[in-house]
């Protein structure tokens, strides 16, 4: 199974980060917070699955551990963390995903992988544009970690799901992405 991206950021978004990164920081780890909490739940929904509970643990510290980076780089800004706010982006994603158990979880599993795609063509894009520097280094290796995660989840739903039309569920999940992703506004925002 194959996971690519439908359409690409514009170079109008990364301005829009790069021109405010003090907004972006702080959503960024909002993203990292929520992606934490995401893997706890998929952990707590499905006990019997216990590759994917061990590695949704490891997954959940590991995006725990982005976050209190982040944080950190937010502290040394001074900057105050606002409350969590709703994501457009990944709620009409979320919105996509199909009633029925089966179909629930191969959607959950999919548009977690999708997600974390995004991440990774978005912070590549931040880590290119970034001079040198720590900054520049940290977006890569975040980079980095979020193409092991789409890995992860497209891994996890060829082992619990294995279905010939599970190329074709994806492919139809990246085409809406791309929609949604194209009508949202530029914002100095990770989605």
Request: proline share 4%.
């Amino acid at each position: 199974m194959t996971l690519s991206l439908k359409s690409e950021s514009s170079e109008t978004w990364l301005q829009t980060v790069l021109a405010d990164f003090d907004t972006f920081l702080l959503d960024h780890a909002a993203n990292e917070k929520k992606a934490s909490g995401v893997a706890l739940n998929l952990a707590a929904h499905y006990p019997d699955k216990s590759d994917l509970v061990a590695a949704m643990i490891d997954l959940a510290i590991e995006e725990l551990s982005h976050y209190r980076d982040v944080f950190k780089l937010i502290r040394e800004r001074h900057l105050t963390i606002p409350p969590d706010a709703k994501d457009p982006y990944v709620n009409q994603l979320r919105g996509l995903i199909r009633k029925g158990s089966e179909n629930y979880f191969l959607d959950r599993l999919l548009v977690a992988g999708i997600i974390e795609a995004r991440g990774l063509e978005r912070f590549t894009k931040i880590a290119q544009a970034l001079p040198s520097g720590s900054l520049k280094g940290f977006y890569q290796a975040i980079a980095h970690s979020e193409s092991r995660h789409a890995h992860l989840f497209l891994n996890l739903a060829e082992q619990y799901c294995p279905t010939s039309d599970l190329q074709t569920r994806l492919d139809a999940l990246l085409t809406a992405e791309a929609q949604i992703l194209d009508k949202l506004p530029h914002r100095a925002m990770l989605h």
